[in-house]
């Protein structure tokens, strides 16, 4: 099983729609989540953080974190073409070192 | 400017050269990371320091290694190239006095073996 695993997609969304992205991890002590955005071509950049059970909102994203079931998900509300990327999950391992490990990506495509 | 700088961007070299990427921040990180990026295989740790003196090997070191020749710089190099090492490079930097898990990546570095 892989420590961090993500639908690779695509996911197609119309615009306006909610987009709902899903990320399991096999480590039930990891502490630390992120979700980072990377267009085609470009680096990743980091757009929400989650540390505890429930939901945490920024705008029109919402990070939700579920430890007992180990899924982290983000949802993408009023969904923009320009939200069209790859989204990538990351997880710190536990034992202090916080060196995140990522899953592979899903890859949103949001229609006009 | 990029608070995370790469150089080169592009390169194009032959198998058997020696290769360097070089990386240098401005975020006044302690913590970077070489990764590299595969399509269908995400991002994948090569090595990361902590500080100056602090180098790790990640989950694919080999045929690379790197030098942290300053706190705001960390090269990594493929001392004889292959083509499998064809890839999309990217550096990332990180504060453990902040949110140590959360990264800073550079523009990416484009590296083709041929």
């Known amino acids: 099983q892989k420590e961090v695993e993500q639908n690779s997609g695509p996911l197609s969304v119309p615009e306006g729609a909610i987009a709902s992205l899903n990320c399991t991890y096999s480590d039930r002590v990891s502490q630390s989540f992120f979700w980072y955005r990377q267009y085609s071509g470009k680096s990743p950049e980091l757009i929400m953080s989650?540390?505890?059970?429930g939901d945490k909102e920024d705008g029109r994203f919402t990070a939700q974190l579920n430890k007992a079931s180990q899924y982290v998900s983000l949802l993408i509300r009023d969904s923009q073409p320009s939200d069209s990327a790859t989204y990538l999950c990351a997880v710190n391992k536990s034992g202090g070192s916080y060196i995140p490990t990522f899953g592979r990506g899903t890859s949103l495509i949001v229609h006009p | 400017d990029a608070d995370v700088t790469q150089t080169p961007r592009n390169r194009i070299t032959k198998t058997g050269k020696r290769i360097m990427l070089e990386c240098s921040q401005t975020?006044?990180?302690?913590?970077m990371y070489w990764y590299r990026q595969d399509p269908g295989l995400g991002l994948r740790l090569i090595y990361y320091s902590f500080d100056v003196k602090d180098i790790n090997k990640g989950e694919i070191s080999d045929g690379y290694s790197v030098s942290r020749q300053a706190q705001a710089k960390f090269s990594l190099s493929l001392e004889s190239a292959i083509p499998n090492q064809t890839a999309l490079y990217f550096c990332a930097t990180s504060d453990s006095y902040r949110v140590p898990g959360e990264l800073f990546f550079g523009e990416g570095s484009r590296l083709t073996v041929l």
């Open positions: 989650i540390y505890s059970n």
């Open positions: 975020k006044g990180h302690d913590r």
